[in-house]
Nanobody
Framework: QVQVAESGGGVVQPGGSLRLSCTVS????????VSWYLQPPEKERELIGS???????KYADSVKGRFSISRDTAKNTIDLQISSLEPDDTAVYYC?????????WGQGTQVTVAS
């Protein structure tokens, strides 16, 4: 079974930065895409962007440019860097992998932006 785990969330002041990490374990079948999502309180889950097995990175049209997805080869993680954090960035951030064997979601990590 494929398992997904996010880490790195916490409380941060406006203007700060956070790096979230996504760790995937298990047997991944063939091609895959790892995606990051956010879900603010009382709102629907929203796609941020994704990175493929071959490191093609795409972002949702709604992304303003403060989000950056990358692969950390040393740590074997897919990271989401968020800069210039705003209170509206407060959300649960989720990682998902889509692959030949199906989809798997992490449990999410809470990011709270507050002064």
């Amino acid at each position: 079974q494929v398992q997904v785990a996010e880490s790195g969330g916490g409380v941060v002041q406006p203007g700060g930065s956070l790096r979230l990490s996504c760790t995937v374990s298990g047997s991944i079948s063939g091609f895959y895409v790892v995606s990051w999502y956010l879900q603010p309180p009382e709102k629907e889950r929203e796609l941020i962007g994704s990175i493929s097995k071959f490191d093609t990175i795409k972002y949702a049209d709604s992304v303003k440019g403060r989000f950056s997805i990358s692969r950390d080869t040393a740590k074997n993680t897919i990271d989401l860097q968020i800069s210039s954090l705003e209170p509206d960035d407060t959300a649960v951030y989720y990682c998902r992998i889509s692959h030949g064997g199906g989809d798997a979601w992490g449990q999410g990590t809470q990011v709270t932006v507050a002064s």
